[in-house]
């Protein structure tokens, strides 16, 4: 990708040369699940190994969206931030935060070669953070609603009015991006090449789709719980998932399976990032090189339930399979949030598309 | 008025009937603190003991609700303290803009708190730029629950008059001495009503603690709403709000007994 | 008289001094009493709110997030004219106040027969019912409706026999909840207000042959209004602001709320934030200033 | 005095507030257009009485009839008896005019209609400019005039007065006293008048019932309960009297048994007075009390018993000696009135039998 | 009366809230040891000027002295008087036992030294027994009697009383105004005393100021007072007064001006009554009052004046005449007051100018 970066301040544009004492601490934002140190389930725990290992102590706050993520970074009282795509190139822009510098991070080696050097995780080829784990956002549907697994979004979408009041969507202007995957394959005269990077036209379209999709929505959902509940109870049938869901709902014994339907999918793919003005840019770094250490990332990974970021991790898991780690045939079928801003990110140079500012308010608009 | 029996019984019942209803959802929360179903799914699938062992084990709740309580505490002592003080002024002077400082009271409590939130972010962060921590988000609750403790004292100030003050006063002591020997206990069981409000305020606010906690600063609701996001946790929550509701019955029931039953509950 | 004991004055301290000097000086006293408070409901609250009110007044950078400072009226604008919070707004003010209608509804039996029919350990049993649901929190309350007005929950088991349905998630769901998160704050003034209303007031109209319905309706209703009006700015106020239980039982409504939290959390537009925020606050504004006469505000 | 059918018949009637029987077994008839007076000191059950006759209370046991009909399972609104509370009860929502018009109001009775008739009672008590008042800005004898024009607007057959004075000062009684009782002439209504004040009623009652400990001590005339105080505690009760204990009667009048005489009765002198049926006894004069219309001389009698004289300050009486004065005190033979012995007293019994010795 | 140091002399005192002005120029000394009595109607300032003195409102004008020292500008708590208030002002969580000891403490007396002076100060109002007690446990009267032992204890110079006995019922009212008295002089404090009720005025003080409208209108002993009335107001406050206008003194007296007599100067008998300085008028009986000790007549004279007599209760006048009988009132012409000409009044230069003329 290429990105103005125009935001970003002078002093914090290059990577750190080499390292230094250890802090002491360290202060963490991440999604909820990301930074478990046992206080809220003694089995769970990752931090304690850190915090023994560097003398690093750990203070972690937890975002519910990539928005709230990016306005918690511009206060600087965070060094490391887990970036989804959709805030990744946001925060770099605004110059929220620093390059780093990969050379000072020994388990970058190991990690996948199709998550390094992406869009969402660099700018002109210099890294911006270190990926931590990636998933794709599935099918979901109600085996006894669907004999069948369905193979294409048209269940919620053209086909959603069969199921109306029962099916969901995730709640975020970034599912947007989900419409946009349906239309590139439904509607080719759009000219849609990059769900992310979409002109007033194609974003039109997009918000059409959507707007009709809402009148068969019974709700929107942004957390885990809503659609764990949603699904067991039948209040919902169908709709965009993650594979975490669908484990837990096997675990209830919920009649609910998932699929990656045919036109492919978005997903994410985050992004540990270190601040520019992190207070403690050593501690930073050992976070960064221990969250990507197999065993940490294996750790972190599946209990928020997405495939990790190294083959080495999966040697600590069982479920990789489940989450199809490592494969990039699957992995080539997802498109990773990232933001759109107006220069297009799919090369196009003609027109300006439409930027997250104008998904949000078309978001707006689509809920009503 | 002595009602009919029949508009006794009526009343009675339609009270049992809207009691009965709001004890409902709270009966859903303690049997799903019981079941083995992770997503709060009813009815539940099978019942189990796991989550309150579970719930005693987790660090994180516990030291979530010790973060309550002190932001509870010193909330509602800064409340207390501020919310007497404008009691007094407003009920023992009268004076030019007397009615605009009892709008400026309540004014935390009747806007929304996300404007109350986004309002105080704003100022702490961008204006102020003093980091967000456990006491901005101290401040914050202090502020709205001011109003609950004016109320109570105010009320309690209305109807006692000043008789008692100036009989201290008339037997010779000063106004701190009458202060500590006559005001105050006569104002402790309106200062328990009102402190029991405000904590209560404190202790379940949501909305104006997000954007005003800084980070490492996990209250109880934040908690509870992180776990909302995290798998396999809710049925702990369950487990916290039966404990809650069952440990607040305590203080209110304290709090009843000292402020009597002819006595301002608000 | 006849014993040496006549009594000297108190010794004279600073502390005396002070005293004396603050009872002779009132309006030095009301100073020192509102320093404080003023001081930080003015310096914390109003200073805030009014930096708040004039961000309505600013842009932000839609990629980098930064504001810029420059005078526009354009969030203004779209927020008056912009379909959607027009939508959005009547959405918001119709829940808010079927809300305030149902919980008055609720409250007002409940109220009186806690003040005027229950016994006084009746009454001090009732309280304490009418306040334990406080404590749960507010989430787990919201949460548990969910799970009531479930297709498959409670609601829908009890009325089917029936041929009733539960609303399933939406606005009615939404109002549901938030009438039963914000009953006891309306209860409890409805309470304490009929427990001003003397006991001869209502005796006197029976004994000059006013039955139940119009001793209520003439002479209750009138004289507990402000403790009525003092319940609804809470239903009404928590309700207008509200953005969680939407979210969680709303279906696919969004308040006012959540406009407000989209724009300031998800889009980081604070400056159309504070826009969308002033139409909340001008209607509790107004409805503030509408129920000023009534005395309610001292009934909170 | 009672009628064949009196406004108001009370047999047996018992309240009990849990472990307190605050009116026991009281059994009374009083007249239609009678002016009825309980008097009795706190808590002897004047108000519960009240209070069940107007029907805020259920007796526990007992009936109540007015006008023959057994009304003591009727609600309050369903009674043809209105009440004028002490505190008054007047809506404060309400202006004047619209609390008197409340009773026709509930009635159903136009807005023409009641609004006249309410002036008209307002006129009655002389308030026909403050109908656009509100109660809180009258003074408390208006208050008071106009919880009886809202009482007496309907038209009550009784009507029920609950210490209506006791909040006023005392200049404000004496006058609210006349007009009380010229609205019960002109009106014709049986009253029945709660007071713990025992002059006001003796000026204005036509019979009293003296209640202690819920029960009737004695029912009578005013002149019947003052001359013929059937016990000690009436005797206390109702005016001061000196009280003459056995031995003291043994002693001064020669007879066995408690008497009592009124400091009226008594006369001081420097001379013993002498007569047929008189009687007197030689002491000192103690205290001399000014009252304006009449002198207080209280005197140690030498046989060891100090007793209160009352003399008018008119013309006859200028000199009423001094502190430490040697005088006697005399009275006459028919003025001593024997006691029957203190409780337990029966109510109704007792005046009977108080008059019997007199 | 006035002694070379007044225990309280106040100067052109003057207290203004808002436009209302509350007490208006009031000049006033009382001497020490005196139980001096401020009577007056509702709202005529009493309780202001005692408010002043104990210094919970700061006058507009005019000074408070206190034995000769300025303390117009002193905070209540340095002031050496103290107030016993009309509802007591007790504090209902202290024990009355701690009620009695405040003051002491506040003066830093240890504890043993203060329980045992307020036992002491508990024993002379009777009330050892009940020291452990709230305030709520006890009656009325008890309640009284804390309120006043806890005033006395600290020895103030003077003590103020505001309507102490205002709320207790009749009977109480008179034993505690016995024991009041028996107070004072045991103790031989200063008593300002404030009431409306003219005849606890007149029983219990040595001088009383009548106020009206923020003024005095007559100060004087309760004698001078009742007997030499300054003013309409004045004669119409204090006691009961038969009021003679110009045109009626001149039918009856035989001169000009305004003239009173009180009831109990009226004789009502059967044939004119002759004698030196004796004056009678015909009449028909209106009305008979039974007071128990008194009997009231209301006579129509057919001079066209209505007067009221006052007959004592005893054997001289057991016949008092019926309604509609014709009688003749008679009077000493000693008797009959002329008034000042009603407000303006000066105060204090009323009642000498009403003395000269009686
Ligand atoms: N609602 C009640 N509950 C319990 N006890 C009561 C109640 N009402 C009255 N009593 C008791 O009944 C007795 C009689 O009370 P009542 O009010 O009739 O007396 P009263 O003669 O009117 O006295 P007062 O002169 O003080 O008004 C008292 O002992 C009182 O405490
Ligand atoms: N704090 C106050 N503010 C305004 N006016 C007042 C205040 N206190 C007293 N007044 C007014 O001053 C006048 C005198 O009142 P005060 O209480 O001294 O009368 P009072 O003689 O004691 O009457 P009462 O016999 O009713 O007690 C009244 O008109 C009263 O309304
Ligand atoms: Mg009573
Ligand atoms: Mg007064």
Redesign the interface.
Same mark, same amino acid.
């Given at each position: 990708g290429t990105s103005s970066g125009?935001?970003a301040s002078g002093a914090s544009d290059e990577p750190m040369a080499e390292l230094g004492e250890m802090e002491g601490q360290v202060?963490l934002?991440a999604?909820?699940?990301y930074v478990e140190d046992?206080?809220? =389930?003694?089995s769970v725990d990752w931090v304690t190994p850190f915090v023994e290992e560097t003398g690093c102590k750990v203070?972690?706050?937890?975002f #519910?969206?990539? &928005?709230?993520a990016?306005?918690?970074m *511009?206060?600087g =009282? $965070?060094d490391v931030v887990s970036a989804s795509g959709d805030a990744s190139l946001?925060l770099v822009? %605004? #110059?929220d935060v620093a390059p780093v510098n990969t050379d000072l991070i020994p388990n970058y080696e190991g990690i996948y070669p199709f998550l390094k050097d992406q869009a969402w995780n660099s700018v002109d080829g210099v890294p911006y953070g270190v990926p931590h784990g990636y998933g794709a956002n599935l099918l979901m549907y109600n085996t006894d609603e669907f004999p069948t697994a369905p193979t294409s979004w048209d269940v919620v979408f053209d086909k959603a009015s069969e199921h109306a009041?029962k099916v969901t969507a995730y =709640?975020?202007?970034i599912y947007i991006a989900d419409a946009a995957v349906y239309l590139m394959a439904h509607e080719p005269d759009l000219g849609i090449e990059n769900p992310y990077s979409l002109d007033e036209e194609q974003l039109a379209a997009a918000v059409d789709l959507l707007k009709t999709q809402?009148e068969s929505?019974?709700?929107?959902w942004? &957390? $885990?719980?809503?659609e @764990?509940?949603?699904f067991?109870?039948? &209040?919902t049938v169908v709709g965009t998932s993650w594979q @975490?869901i669908q484990n837990?709902?096997e675990? /209830? %014994?919920a009649k609910t399976a998932v699929v990656l339907p045919e036109e492919g999918t978005t997903g994410w793919s985050d992004t540990w990032m270190i601040s520019s003005k992190a207070k403690n840019p050593n501690c930073a770094y050992a976070w960064l090189d221990y969250i990507a250490s197999p065993e940490a990332n294996a750790a972190a990974t599946s +209990?928020? #339930?997405e495939a990790p970021s190294s083959d080495a991790a999966c040697e600590y898991r069982e479920d990789c399979e489940a989450y199809h780690a490592g494969d990039e045939d699957y992995a080539s079928q997802i498109w990773y949030w990232s933001t759109p801003? /107006?220069e297009c990110l799919d090369g196009r140079t003609d027109v300006t598309c439409t =930027? +997250?500012?104008?998904w949000?308010?078309a978001?707006?608009?689509i *809920? #009503? | 008025m002595r009602l009919s029996r029949p508009a006794r019984v009526t009343l009675g019942v339609i009270t049992a009937i809207i009691l009965g209803v709001v004890y409902v959802p709270l009966l859903v929360v303690l049997v799903n603190s019981f079941s083995t179903s992770t997503a709060l799914t009813w009815p539940p699938p099978g019942f189990t003991l796991e989550w309150w062992g579970k719930a005693f084990q987790s660090a994180g709740a516990l030291d979530a609700v010790l973060t309550s309580v002190q932001v509870a505490v010193i909330s509602t002592a800064i409340a207390l303290v501020l919310g007497t003080l404008i009691s007094f002024a407003l009920q023992r002077f009268d004076f030019f803009g007397r009615e605009a400082i009892s709008l400026l009271v309540i004014l935390p409590i009747a806007l929304p708190g996300i404007i109350t939130g986004i309002a105080l972010n704003n100022f702490f962060r961008t204006i102020m730029g003093v980091p967000l921590s456990i006491w901005t988000v101290v401040i914050a609750h202090a502020t709205f629950c001011i109003v609950t403790v004016f109320n109570n004292v105010i009320a309690r100030l209305r109807r006692q008059g000043t008789n008692l003050e100036e009989a201290s006063a008339d037997l010779g002591a000063g106004v701190w001495t009458t202060f500590r020997l006559v005001t105050f206990p006569q104002l402790r069981s309106a200062l328990l009503a009102g402190g029991l409000l405000a904590f209560a305020l404190s202790f379940d606010e949501i909305i104006v603690t997000t954007f005003t906690a800084g980070s490492g600063v996990t209250t109880l609701p934040i908690f509870i709403l992180n776990n909302m996001f995290r798998p396999n946790q809710a049925p702990i929550v369950s487990v916290i709000a039966v404990v809650l509701v069952l440990v607040s019955i305590i203080p209110i029931y304290i709090a009843q007994r000292l402020s009597g039953p002819a006595d301002q509950k608000r | 008289m006849s014993q040496a004991l006549v009594e000297s004055r108190p010794r004279r301290t600073a502390m005396r001094a002070g005293s004396a000097f603050l009872t002779t000086h009132p309006r030095t006293r009301l100073a020192l009493l509102l320093a404080a408070p003023l001081f930080w409901l003015v310096v914390v609250y109003i200073v805030a709110l009014a930096l708040l009110l004039v961000t309505a007044f600013w842009s932000v950078d839609s990629f980098t997030g930064v504001i810029t400072t420059e005078f526009t009226l354009d969030n203004i604008i779209e927020v008056v004219t912009g379909s959607l919070y027009q939508t959005v707004t009547l959405r918001t003010l119709g829940v808010a106040l079927a809300v305030t209608l149902i919980d008055v509804v609720l409250a007002l039996p409940i109220a009186f027969y806690m003040a005027k029919v229950a016994s006084p350990r009746m009454q001090r049993v009732l309280v304490i019912l009418v306040l334990t649901p406080l404590w749960a929190s507010y989430l787990v309350k919201a949460y548990a409706w969910r799970s009531v007005l479930s297709q498959d929950g409670i609601l829908e088991w009890l009325l089917a026999p029936f041929g009733g349905h539960t609303p399933g998630y939406g606005l009615p769901a939404t109002i549901i909840t938030l009438s039963y998160l914000w009953l006891p704050y309306v209860i409890l003034p409805i309470y304490a207000g009929l427990e001003r209303v003397p006991d001869s007031l209502l005796e006197a109209s029976g004994d000059l042959g006013g039955k139940t319905w119009p001793t209520l309706r003439l002479v209750v209703f009138p004289l507990i209004l402000p403790a009525i009006i003092a319940g609804t700015i809470f239903s009404f106020a928590l309700s207008l602001g509200d953005y969680i239980t939407v979210n969680i039982v709303g279906g696919t409504n969004q308040m006012l709320g959540n406009l407000v939290y989209t724009n300031v959390g998800a889009a980081n537009n604070l400056p159309l934030a504070s826009a969308i925020a002033l139409i909340p606050i001008v209607i509790i504004f107004g409805y503030l200033f509408l129920v000023r006469r009534t005395g309610a505000l001292d009934n909170l | 005095m009672t009628d064949s059918q009196p406004a108001i018949r009370l047999t047996g009637l018992t309240k009990e507030f849990g472990a307190v029987t605050a009116v026991d077994h009281v059994d009374l008839e009083i007249a239609a257009g009678e002016f009825f007076s309980m008097l009795g000191p706190s808590g002897s059950g004047k108000t519960t009485v009240l209070r069940l006759i107007a029907g805020f209370e259920q007796p526990t046991a007992g009936t109540i009839e007015l006008f023959g009909e057994d009304v003591t399972r009727r609600a309050p609104f369903d009674r043809d008896v209105n009440t004028v509370f002490q505190d008054y009860a007047l809506f404060p929502h309400m202006s004047v005019l619209e609390n008197v018009a409340y009773g026709l109001r509930v009635r159903g009775i136009g807005r023409r209609e009641r609004t006249q008739r309410a002036r008209a009672a307002l006129a009655s008590v002389r308030l026909e400019q403050m109908g656009d008042r509100k109660p809180s800005q009258l003074s408390g004898g208006q208050r008071q005039r106009v919880a009886l024009a809202r009482a007496t607007v309907v038209q009550p057959k009784v009507l029920l007065l609950d210490e209506p004075l006791g909040a006023l000062d005392l200049k404000l009684r004496e006058q609210m006293q006349v007009e009380l009782k010229q609205i019960q002439r002109d009106l014709g209504i049986t009253f029945i008048f709660v007071t713990h004040d025992q002059e006001e009623a003796l000026t204005l009652s036509d019979r009293i019932a003296v209640f202690n400990d819920g029960r009737i001590q004695q029912l009578g005339t005013p002149a019947d309960l003052y001359e013929q105080p059937g016990s000690r505690f009436v005797a206390g009760f109702v005016g001061t009297s000196n009280l003459f204990d056995d031995a003291r009667s043994q002693a001064l009048l020669g007879r066995g048994g408690e008497h009592s005489v009124r400091p009226e009765k008594l006369a001081v002198s420097a001379e013993r007075e002498v007569g047929d049926g008189v009687a007197s006894a030689p002491g000192t004069v103690v205290e001399v009390i000014y009252l304006g219309s009449g002198i207080r001389i209280v005197v140690d009698l030498d046989a060891g018993l100090r007793v209160t004289a009352l003399a008018q300050n008119d013309r006859r009486r200028l000199r009423a000696g001094d502190r430490g004065d040697r005088v006697f005190v005399s009275w006459h033979e028919a003025d001593v009135v024997a006691l029957a012995p203190a409780p337990p007293a029966v109510a109704g019994e007792e005046a009977d039998a108080a008059a019997s010795v007199a």
């Open positions: 125009s935001g202060s934002l999604w909820p699940g046992g206080t809220n =389930d003694p203070t972690t706050k937890t #519910g969206t990539s &928005d709230e990016l306005n918690l *511009k206060t =009282d $965070y946001r822009a %605004a #110059g009041g =709640d975020s202007p809402r929505i019974g709700e929107y942004s &957390d $885990y719980l809503k @764990v509940q949603a067991t109870t039948g &209040d @975490v837990v709902l675990g /209830e %014994a +209990y928020f #339930g801003i /107006e =930027d +997250y500012a104008a949000t308010s978001w707006q608009e *809920k #009503g | - | - | -």
